[in-house]
């Protein structure tokens, strides 16, 4: 079990803030690596999160906390946004937003071709961030919308690479822009009721990037593996594909390319009776 670390040096909220975050994952009884490996994160961006030198990322945060077994996240928003704003407003704080990284692709290479507030307000915030029970959230659909059929337009995001499309391929498509919802659209959405609750596993697609991910809605007390699959390739969340996961849901997998390609996305869940069901839904592109 990891110890509680030591204290941080140096002062002010960014590194109080960042103090918490450690103090929290050695309650947690979890190295960075055991974190790391939870969030399906890098053991870098634990290292980074914890090291007081510039606030994390929202998502980060929150990803570390919720697997922390932290299931109320309110004062602990209050605390970020606080310590967030006492950073962007010291000095040669111009830098971009840190962006959340991308998880590991797990199986499958598809062919790839050239395409043409107040202080007062932080310290409050800061003094009342305690663990709390878990509770069942609101689960609640996302409307579908029609899949865009036949020729698509052709990718005009290639995430940091070179090749439009192909290089959003195994990444996330929060952290690229790819789930923006002017260019983003649920290519299929299933329904799964059952007397635990209601989720919804959906098949998203991306015009701008050319690619398709999966995404499950669920309710804390369920556990599920979630994969997006098409003829040349499978990405999976948990990474093994294996593994059933509840550290963070809804749980989605990293973007997988699928411009008029038919994919499917799978979600095996277990619910608290211990029933594991597999439900499915695809699109088809004309």
Known sequence: MARNPNPLEGEGPVVEFADRLRRLRGQAGLTQR????????????ISTAEGGKKVASWEVVQTIVKACDVADLTEWRAAWDATQETEDASPGSADPPQAAPGRLRTWGVPVIAAVGSSALTWAVALAVLQPRPASLPKVAATPAATYPQGSDPMPAQACGGTTLGYDCDGKSPRMWGCWDSANAVIGSLKEITTKYGTAYLENWYSKTCGTNWARLKMPDSWSARLEIVSREARLCHP??????????????TDMLFGMNTPVTANAYIKLPSGEEKKVTTDTTAG
Do not use: I, N
């Open 34 to 45: 055991t974190l790391a490996a939870k969030c399906h994160y890098a053991p870098s961006t």
């Open 239 to 252: 990474t093994d594909c294996t593994s059933y996961s509840a550290t963070m849901p809804p749980l989605y």
